[in-house]
């Protein structure tokens, strides 16, 4: 969850400052390199299995691994007021139902280093809907960076030709994509109420639990759902790539990087995960990068480092 959270930011400003971090830099590294792998794997999904059905599979298996972690962590799951239960459905509904419809139906039109770099666009959008929509006030760095982030992804989108833009439209893929980081982006706001009275770990459980719901139920209704012949193990070992390392693994190793050294720091991991992501897909699926991917991705992580930069003089309302 990419949320922040104020226990967490209190945390790491408590870790001493002689406590070694390598170990954790090197575990965030890592959880970067396991998202950016999604998208080869949502991608070897997304071409032969029917969409909702494999996003059902990740998260059975991702729910499993949380369900036993906050057992672990945190003794069970809390009861939860009326409006916890609201709040956690609204997080299942956002950033696991709606992102993940987004997110394989991308993933069937458009490869996967060109799908990891659209949602790059995350971080910006996610600063700009806090804006408006919360009245959160920003430094003039970080407008420039939401420009400049924005520049970079229309240049992805565009192929390096802005002027397409007056003459087509984007295609389904580009729209669907865009759609799951706004949906992302209603997730990380409404996680930011949720996180006043849940920890990270319980709040993501439980809206692991609402998402997968949701999409068995609506997976039970799409074509092809039963034709468990076109399943391979090459599908099986995707899903479990989704449920265990892309989700489980990337969320315990966020939190424990918000607990360490505060959220604000481990948020600026999470720009590597469109590198990460253009890598896997021109390793694992030899997907050719266009100069106008490498230019725009370029261009749009500057954005997001200066969006990301810590402001110490402007205070920001939660």
């Known amino acids: 969850m990419t949320a922040r959270s104020a226990s967490g930011e209190q945390a790491g400003a408590a870790m001493p400052s002689g406590a070694p971090l390598a170990g954790l830099y090197l575990r965030l590294i890592a959880m970067t390199m396991a998202a950016g792998g999604t ?3 949502g991608r070897v999904l997304a071409q032969s299995v029917p969409h909702l059905a494999a996003a059902t599979g990740r998260y059975l298996i991702a729910t499993v691994c949380l369900l036993c972690l906050v057992w672990w962590r945190e003794g069970g799951l809390p009861r939860l007021s009326p409006r916890q239960w609201l709040e956690t459905a609204a997080l299942g509904l956002t950033g696991v139902f709606l992102f993940n419809v987004c997110f394989f139906g991308a993933l069937e039109t458009l490869p996967a280093s060109r799908t990891a770099l659209i949602i790059a666009l995350n971080p910006g ?3 700009l809907a806090a804006v408006v929509l919360l009245g959160e006030r920003l430094a003039w760095f970080r407008w420039a960076g939401m420009v400049i982030a924005f520049c970079g992804a229309a240049l992805v989108l565009s192929h390096g030709d802005l002027a397409t833009f007056r003459h087509e439209a984007l295609g389904r893929g580009e729209w669907l994509m865009m759609g799951g980081a706004a949906a992302w982006t209603a997730y990380t706001l409404i996680g930011r109420g949720v996180l006043r009275t849940l920890t990270p770990l319980v709040a ?3 809206a692991a639990l609402w998402g997968t719901a949701m999409l068995a139920v609506g997976a039970w209704f ?8 076109r399943i391979t193990p090459a599908h099986v070992a995707a899903m479990a790539y989704l449920g265990m390392l892309g989700t489980a693994f990337a969320f315990v190793s966020y939190y424990q990087g918000v607990l360490r050294i505060g959220a604000t720091r481990t948020a600026v991991f999470s720009n590597l995960v469109p590198v990460f992501g253009v890598l896997s897909g021109v390793l694992f699926l030899r997907e050719t ?3 106008s991917m490498l230019a725009g991705g370029a261009v749009t992580l500057l954005g997001i480092l200066l969006v990301n930069r810590p402001n110490h003089r402007l205070p920001v309302r939660t």
């Open 39 to 41: 998208f080869v794997a």
């Open 125 to 127: 959008m996610t600063v």
């Open 204 to 206: 993501t459980t439980y």
């Open 222 to 229: 799409e074509p092809g759902v039963l034709d468990l012949a």
């Open 289 to 291: 990068v266009h100069w």
